[in-house]
């Protein structure tokens, strides 16, 4: 298996075991304002992101699949990776509805995750669409004209 495979495997996997130590305990929290505004800013993110994919171009490992097609619409237009800031809305949702240190660690360890899973899957899309590189130099990669 390729070097940038194994890497994008073990990246999935932190990805996911930190998710569940966001999420874990699962007790039951009264939600603050700023908590639910930022959980629902993610699920609408994340399903806008998913609207604009058609069945089978997305992948949960960050290669592309070789059926796949570069998606620029809906929150493409505006960030490369918007299903990877969905995930960071959701994870800043934990941490402001809990406040507690180990989460806001976790908050951070997921974002570098997902900041090196991005780096590895735009290496793959340069590769594979001839148009990428100078789709990346116009749109950020996860929040529209900062980062």
């Not at 990246?11 to 629902?40: H, K």
């Not at 800013?41 to 097609?69: M, Q, T």
């Not at 998606?71 to 490369?80: A, E, I, S």
Request: charge should be positive.
């Amino acid at each position: 298996m390729p070097r940038d495979a194994v890497a994008g495997r073990l990246l999935v996997a932190a990805q996911f075991a930190l998710i569940a130590w966001l999420i874990w305990p699962l007790t039951p929290q009264t939600w603050s304002l700023p908590a639910l505004a930022l959980l629902g800013c993610a699920a609408g993110l994340g399903v806008w992101a998913l609207a604009h994919n058609r069945p089978g171009n997305f992948n949960i490992r960050p290669e592309p699949k070789a059926s796949g097609r570069l998606v620029t619409g809906g929150p493409y237009r505006f960030m490369r990776n918007p299903m990877y800031s969905a995930l960071l809305l959701f994870a800043a949702a934990e941490v402001v509805a809990y406040g507690d240190m180990w989460k806001i660690a976790c908050w951070f360890a997921l974002a570098l995750v997902l900041l090196a899973k991005a780096m590895l899957e735009e290496r793959g899309l340069r590769a594979h669409f001839p148009g990428y590189t100078e789709y990346a130099k116009r749109v950020r990669r996860f929040i529209p004209g900062v980062f």
